[in-house]
């Protein structure tokens, strides 16, 4: 008896934002944005988009953010943003799964968290905070055969 097995091939990749002195965006109007350098990760290259009021003014009691492709291909990836715990007892994770924006190579996450319940939270440490993406792309599949099975 032969046995093959088929895997879906993925790279996965992290990034950290430090957002610092977080008070001093309450000065902006929703849809004010602050980019990141680009980075690599899994492979590819990207930016993050901070919205400190959010988006739009739709999501004005939010941080927003986005994750933007510079690679200038197609890929197929899920993308989870994480509020990173910073004071003591902080060890636990906010996670939210970012969606993937039609015909853009784009992830968003218009309420990754509401900015009041940020400023009593215990990811705001001081002025700053910690955002950790997590990019995993799916690059297709992979069909082998099982090492120790027979072929008949």
Request: overall charge positive; charged content about 20%; aromatic content about 12%.
């Amino acid at each position: 008896m032969s046995t093959s097995r088929i895997t879906v091939e993925q790279l996965t990749g992290f990034h950290t934002l430090v957002i610092e002195n977080y008070s001093s965006y309450k000065h902006f109007q929703s849809g004010f944005s602050a980019a990141t350098v680009n980075f690599t990760a899994a492979g590819y290259n990207w930016t993050l988009q901070y919205y400190p009021k959010g988006i739009t003014t739709s999501f004005k009691d939010y941080v927003s953010i986005y994750l933007i492709l510079k690679s200038g291909l197609s890929v197929r990836a899920e993308v989870k943003f994480s509020l990173v715990g910073a004071k003591e007892g902080g060890s636990k994770n906010k996670t939210v799964e970012a969606k993937k924006l039609a015909n853009e190579p784009q992830w968003a996450c218009e309420k990754l968290i509401k900015r009041k319940d940020l400023e009593k939270s215990k990811y705001l440490n001081n002025t700053s905070f910690k955002i950790l993406c997590e990019i995993v792309v799916f690059q297709g599949t992979r069909a082998e055969a099982v090492a120790g099975s027979t072929s008949t």
